[in-house]
């Protein structure tokens, strides 16, 4: 345990030189920025940023996007408040109190200043577990052998693509669209080019900034074209830090449920497949079951207290799967690990061993920008107004621009771009049609380590699928895939039969 | 009793799992015949995996397929498809102009033209642009956009 302190602090020691402190605080304010503006949410603010990290080192630069991650579920709950629109996904639960509050009781800042304090704790938290628990994860995952790791991917890519979105059969097509599409270009084993259909292009393979840069960053521009003309309704016109300080009393009703959903958000972000979304929706369920000073939904600064640390503390704890067995939690981690790897990193069990630099340098950097974010995201309340109130329309030229250069300076080729552009395209419809891109995305990331693993397995096996089963771990895996695809059809019969109400 | 003859039109619902089924089938078919999928002593050939996410794949096209006659299909307005067609345009026009004039241009029309926004903000919004662009890629990333034709020619 003290060995775990004491590799934070060298941890620290990384972190603190003057490009990764500014990279912080550049990640902090961008990463605020891109989740108070609704609609563009992490997954887009993280890809559409990728590119502006290639002249760092990869130490300087998984800890930007860290930050602007991290930031991004402060960010998210602004709009909420102010607007009663949601910035992102977890902040949809701020939403029915932080906006009640703003309004019906007239105290916005207050409720701002909630929701970034709530934010902070949930967050911490979320490190301190996560500063345990990444090395036990890790020290658990160097037993891990190629049928291991293969039972364990496969858990990770269903349980998004069968559980998240409304139907499973479309997360799956999703899920095999991504793996198919890493499949192009060279064998990872044997080095053979396949799937190349002629094109020297695709003999690298479709890469993977403008890729993801196209599904949910132009997608999601093309999506907004449709709400260019709504006007953004703030429910103030002036806020000061002044007018936005809370009681004493205030923080006493806010501590309890911060804490409470803190260290339940960590676990459910810690879960493939969860996520802060979940975690937000937990902490309010949870919350209806302890006392709250007024009831929630009527703008209860316990209500936001509860969502808002829990998502913070899920985005937290969804670092530990990441780094300690190379598993993202949900499409922006998965975005990361690409990130992680395009540098030459492989996340995983090794990671801590063979790079802690880096390791401990980014869980500590998670602490600076914590810290920075609450600095920052206080400080900007009184230009929140104005920040809000740049009209999608003028958004809409300034993203498109930053897709195509961004797509454009991987690759120095329009080639780039015209992966951006066709991925966006083919993003948008899907999205439109019900499909959930983020399962492309994971498993896209993730499809190279599932094709290796599970080609090892079954060299060592000569076939037989036994492998997988015979494992104790591994055993445990597929139980966990089995309930995993089970579930869904569980419910669905439940449903039919009148025993469970439909979503 | 009347019968309905009345044809069912095909939706973008069904062409998704269309262009699914006919993408997985090709993935089968090139795995299994061009790239290999099982060898006796070596075990899983290049194509091996492909093919079997491959048959996952037209499974669960065929699966949507069969779903999607119940789901109602989705419309499209013009606006939508104006960006994709402008990003075309811009595509096009790099080869001629370069990347960055072409961009400059799309920014301006865009605002000015298709927004019908004031010089203002306009300028107050290539300057942002303008700022993004040459300040972090051009000065701070280096990245060498494409000049174009025209641009090319002049410098030689």
Known sequence: MMNNVSMLFSGFAVLFTFQNILATIFGAVLGLLVGAMPGIGSLAGVALLLPLTFKFNPTTAIIMLGALYYANMYGGAFSSILIGIPGDGPAVMTMLDGFPMATKKNR??????????????????????????????????????????????????????????????KGILLTAFGILLAS???????????????????????????????????????????????????VVEKLSIKNSMITLHDLKRLLPPAIRSGVMGT??????????????????????????????????????????????????????????????????????LGGLMMWGLNPGPLLFTSSPEFAWGLIASLFLANLIT????????????????????????????????????????????????????????????????????LSFVLAPLLESNMRKAFIISRGSLSIFVEKPISLVFIIILVITILFPLIRLALVKFGVMKKK | METSTKKKKITVMQVIPLCGIILGAAFIYLGISKYGFWDEFKGPLPGFFPTLIAILMLSASALALFSSRKEETVSWTLDNWILPLSVIGIFLATWVIGLLLSLAIFVLVWLRKFEKCSWKTTLTVFAVVAVIVVGAFVLWLGVPFPKGIILTMLAN
């Not at chain 1, 991925?423 to 891109?437: D, H, K, P």
Request: with cysteine; hydrophobic share 50%; charged share 10%.
């Open chain 1, 108 to 169: 916005p800042g207050q409720a701002l200043l909630t929701s970034n304090l709530s934010s902070f704790i949930g967050g911490i938290i979320g490190m301190i577990i996560l500063t345990f628990m990444g090395p036990l994860l890790a020290e658990f995952g160097l037993k891990f052998g190629p049928a291991e790791m293969t039972a364990l991917l496969l858990v990770a890519m269903t349980s998004i693509g069968w559980l998240v979105g409304e139907n499973p059969t």
């Open chain 1, 184 to 234: 192009m270009g060279m064998d990872t084993l044997s080095g053979m080019p396949r799937y190349d259909f002629g094109s020297i292009y695709l003999l690298g393979g479709v890469p993977f900034v403008p890729f993801v840069i196209g599904v949910v960053g132009f997608s999601q521009v093309i999506r907004l074209m449709g709400e260019r003309h709504e006007e953004t309704k703030l």
């Open chain 1, 374 to 441: 609450l600095m920052i995201s206080w400080g900007v309340i009184p230009f929140l107004v104005k920040i809000l109130s740049v009209p999608t329309r003028l958004m809409i030229p300034i993203i498109t621009v930053v897709c195509i250069v961004g797509s454009y300076s991987t690759s120095n080729s329009m080639y780039g771009v015209l992966i951006m552009f066709i991925s966006g395209v083919l993003g948008f419809i899907l999205s439109e049609t019900g499909y959930n891109t983020a399962p492309a995305v």
């Open chain 1, 267 to 336: 676990f459910v972000g810690v879960l493939p497949g969860a996520g802060a979304t979940t975690a937000a929706f937990m902490g309010y369920a949870v919350q209806k079951s302890f006392k709250s000073e007024e009831p929630l939904g009527t703008g209860a600064i316990e209500g936001i207290a509860a969502c808002e640390a829990a998502n913070n503390a899920a985005a937290a704890g969804a670092f530990a799967p990441l780094l300690a067995l190379g598993i993202p939690g949900s499409g922006t981690g998965a975005v990361l």
